[in-house]
T-cell receptor, first 117, second 111 residues
Framework: KAGVTQTPRYLIKTRGQQVTLSCSPISGHRSVSWYQQTPGQGLQFLFEYFSETQRNKGNFPGRFSGRQFSNSRSEMNVSTLELGDSALYLC????????????????FGSGTRLTVV | DAKTTQPPSMDCAEGRAANLPCNHSTISGNEYVYWYRQIHSQGPQYIIHGLKNNETNEMASLIITEDRKSSTLILPHATLRDTAVYYCIVVGWEKGGKLIFGQGTELSVKP
């Protein structure tokens, strides 16, 4: 079956611009999470959506936002880009029902590498 | 969320077992231990998870101590392709299963 698909794979933006990243989860998965990975901070949780509702949120400023659609696809948006937003952004999907239903945990996509110049 | 402690790096000879330890002394009774690995520039890959009992799948074995304060991931016959950063994560599912990644263990499998 198809994995988690993230688009685009690479993106270059200018400071002050905004960006939207897309994530298509595995078919049947209702939970989508977003993570930011940088060399200095490692992998950090941004937020999680389940059935179109934000269920968890990490410690990121309000410039980072997301949403989930009825087909479970998700987008995240970063407004007023800063140089420090340059990172690999990873999306992960799961069934969302906990380990009894979720024997394989989260499946990650290959990520979108964002460079802010 | 319970914190985990892992050694920053380990070496293993190809063909030998790799034993990666993890301390999670503040784990609560309903939290699971998950292991993921990340090969350079790829998304993390799920390996295995457990609650109390030892678990085994086609990739690895997970040994959890009786008091649940620590665990060991075992790759029985390490290959060069197992070179990666391995993350031990404690996950509670009541409010959704967010993953809090630590720094992980960088495993180098050498010929």
């Amino acid at each position: 079956k198809a994995g988690v698909t993230q688009t685009p794979r690479y993106l270059i933006k200018t400071r002050g611009q905004q960006v939207t990243l897309s994530c298509s989860p595995i078919s049947g998965h209702r939970s989508v999470s977003w993570y930011q990975q940088t060399p200095g901070q490692g992998l950090q949780f941004l937020f999680e959506y389940f059935s179109e509702t934000q269920r968890n949120k990490g410690n990121f400023p309000g410039r980072f936002s997301g949403r989930q659609f009825s087909n479970s696809r998700s987008e995240m948006n970063v407004s007023t880009l800063e140089l420090g937003d340059s990172a690999l952004y990873l999306c992960a999907s799961s069934l969302g029902g906990g380990p009894a239903l979720n024997n394989y945990g989260y499946t990650f996509g290959s990520g979108t590498r964002l460079t802010v110049v | 969320d319970a914190k985990t402690t892992q050694p920053p790096s380990m070496d293993c000879a190809e063909g030998r077992a790799a034993n990666l330890p993890c301390n999670h002394s503040t784990i609560s009774g309903n939290e699971y231990v998950y292991w993921y690995r990340q090969i350079h520039s790829q998304g993390p890959q799920y390996i295995i998870h457990g609650l109390k009992n030892n678990e085994t799948n086609e990739m690895a074995s997970l040994i959890i101590t009786e008091d649940r304060k620590s665990s060991t991931l075992i790759l029985p016959h390490a290959t060069l392709r197992d070179t990666a950063v391995y993350y031990c994560i404690v996950v509670g599912w009541e409010k959704g299963g967010k993953l809090i990644f630590g720094q992980g263990t960088e495993l180098s499998v050498k010929p």
